[in-house]
């Protein structure tokens, strides 16, 4: 099964909401990983609207974040 992975950060955490964007590459060579991240996916936004609260705690503005993605299937 394939997968793919795509590294973002979050950058607003307002009621219910959540927002993440992918990560910037960076001039910092010991951020290679942010670096790759950025080339492979240079934009891209996510916007969730969570009404659990514990998962929405799970976010916290400033922080990295991998986002999985696989085929769900039918």
Same mark, same amino acid.
């Given at each position: #099964?394939? @997968? *793919?992975? %795509?590294?973002?950060?979050?950058?607003?955490?307002?009621?219910? #909401?959540? @927002? *993440?964007? %992918?990560?910037?590459?960076?001039?910092?060579?010991?951020?290679?990983?942010?670096?790759?991240? %950025?080339?492979?996916?240079?934009?891209?936004?996510?916007?969730?609207?969570?009404?659990?609260?514990?998962?929405?705690?799970?976010?916290?503005?400033?922080?990295?974040?991998?986002?999985?993605?696989?085929?769900?299937?039918?």
């Amino acid at each position: #099964m394939k @997968k *793919l992975r %795509a590294k973002f950060s979050c950058y607003e955490v307002k009621d219910d #909401m959540v @927002k *993440l964007s %992918a990560v910037y590459g960076t001039d910092d060579k010991d951020n290679e990983e942010n670096n790759q991240f %950025a080339e492979a996916t240079p934009y891209a936004e996510l916007s969730m609207l969570i009404s659990n609260p514990n998962a929405k705690d799970f976010f916290s503005v400033g922080k990295n974040y991998y986002l999985d993605f696989q085929e769900a299937g039918n």
